[in-house]
């Protein structure tokens, strides 16, 4: 089973920028679609981004939108986050996932293959 691995996260002011990455453990990994979940203390996880890999069209919820673009290098078989203008309410665990093809529609509830996760902390 292929493994994700996330990296990147840290310790930012506010309005600072973070950039997380998650790499395959199978180069010839090619899922139907990925994405980037957050988990902060005491809440339930969540999804943040989401892109589709036959056509690279990306989704982002609205408390993120225009501030985080998640996209992916085919040739590093990397995933990232880009994370700019970052608010103390991003702060959590980050996790990569997978909906793997004929594994569903790229819906937050059909992903799997979760990483270890990131932790992004932003202080004010």
């Known amino acids: 089973q292929v493994q994700l691995v996330e990296s990147g996260g840290g310790s930012v002011q506010a309005g600072e920028s973070l950039r997380l990455s998650c790499v395959a453990s199978?180069?010839?990994?090619?899922?139907?679609?990925m994405g980037w979940f957050r988990q902060a203390p005491g809440k339930e996880r969540e999804g943040v981004a989401r892109?589709?890999?036959?056509?690279?069209?990306?989704r982002e919820i609205g408390s993120v939108a225009g501030r985080f673009t998640i996209s992916r290098d085919n040739a590093k078989n990397t995933l990232y986050l880009q994370m700019n203008r970052l608010k103390p309410g991003d702060t959590g665990t980050y996790y990569c996932?997978?909906?793997?093809?004929?594994?569903?529609?790229?819906?937050?509830?059909?992903?799997?293959?979760w990483g270890q996760g990131t932790q992004v902390t932003v202080s004010s």
């Open positions: 996932a997978a909906v793997l093809r004929g594994g569903g529609f790229c819906d937050w509830v059909n992903f799997k293959n």
């Open positions: 199978e180069s010839t990994f090619s899922p139907y679609c």
């Open positions: 892109i589709w890999f036959e056509d690279g069209r990306t």
